[in-house]
């Protein structure tokens, strides 16, 4: 295998908050494996945090902010991407975001409003992003979604943003039959939990990291490191043949019965 299977790769990656982000394990297996990336923050509130760990891949790493709910802001860092690459081959979605208190009490309670801005912000944006990514993938690309197993389980808290999930992997599931003839593959990996600042929302996060270790068939969280190098796979020639999945990176947890 190539020891640089992403090299000459562009790629664009929204999500990063901080270093523990998923985002940002998954940049820098990206940028590791040889593609070079562009970066888009949320607000002002983290534009320096991001700043400082996205220049570590050189002063003249492009980063621009975008709310996923703004399309003019959308157009906007597509444009960018556009003038500066001039193409894009791959795509990070890991952006989500749900009321705190609709992760903290029942489903049954979900405000209209709260399941409004779930979707709109979890599983809508990666539409967005696709409308947007696929014109500059002239030679196909990959796109890369994270997602979680309470789109298809009830696990007690996650709540709307469980269903948000399910409809962000039924929209991977749609977007990569649209774009499969244009050579765009569309995947999602679902992740176990990782204890990350938009994880900290859920309610009893910490009794969820414990389960998984005494649960899971290999008895232990997954590492970042780890959906990184998926992250590369799905990116990467190895996955030429693969669209359209979930890939569960869990420690086996999704297969337990009980
Ligand atoms: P994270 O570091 O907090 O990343 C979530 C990102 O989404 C943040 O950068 C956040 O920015 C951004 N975001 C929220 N609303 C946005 C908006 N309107 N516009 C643009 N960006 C927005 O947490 P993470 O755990 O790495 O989450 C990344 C992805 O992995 C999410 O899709 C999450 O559901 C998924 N995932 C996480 C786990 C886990 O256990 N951590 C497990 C499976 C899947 P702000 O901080 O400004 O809101």
């Known amino acids: 295998m190539n020891s640089k299977p992403l090299s000459g790769k562009l790629g664009l990656v929204f ?4 270093k523990r982000s998923i985002a940002w394990a998954i940049a820098q297996a990206w940028a590791e494996a040889g593609a070079r990336l562009a970066f888009t923050y949320q607000g002002e509130r983290l534009k320096e ?28 860092v597509f444009q960018k991407v556009k003038d500066s690459f001039g193409r894009l081959d791959l795509l990070l979605h890991s952006v989500a975001f749900a009321p705190k208190e609709a992760l903290e009490g ?18 809508y944006s990666l539409v967005a992003m696709a409308q947007r990514a696929a014109p500059l993938m002239a030679q196909g690309g990959s ?73 899971a068939p290999l008895k232990r969280n997954v590492e970042t490191s780890e959906l990184g190098a998926t992250g590369v ?26």
């Not at 999500?15 to 901080?18: L, R, Y």
């Not at 709540?159 to 977007?175: F, I, Q």
């Not at 990782?194 to 994880?199: G, K």
């Open 143 to 215: 796109m890369v979604s994270m997602t979680y197993y309470g789109s298809v389980k009830v696990v007690p808290h996650y709540n709307v943003m469980g269903v948000a999930k399910a409809s962000l992997e039924a929209s991977v599931r749609y977007l990569a039959y649209d774009l499969g003839q244009q050579k765009i593959r569309v995947n999602a990996i679902s992740a176990g939990p990782v204890n990350t600042l938009a994880a900290r929302g859920i309610s009893g996060f910490s009794a969820m990291l414990k389960h998984y270790e005494a649960h």
């Open 49 to 76: 945090n991001v700043e400082e760990l996205v220049g570590t891949f050189g002063p003249d790493t492009i980063l621009l902010p975008c709310d996923v709910t703004q399309d003019a802001q959308l157009d906007a």
């Open 233 to 258: 796979f799905l990116a990467s020639d190895g996955a030429a043949a693969i669209t359209g999945q979930v890939m569960y990176v869990d420690c086996g947890y999704e297969i337990m019965g009980m």
């Open 15 to 18: 999500g990063v908050a901080n």
């Open 106 to 123: 029942t489903f049954v309670g979900t405000t209209r409003e709260a399941f409004r801005v779930a979707h709109d912000v979890s599983a």
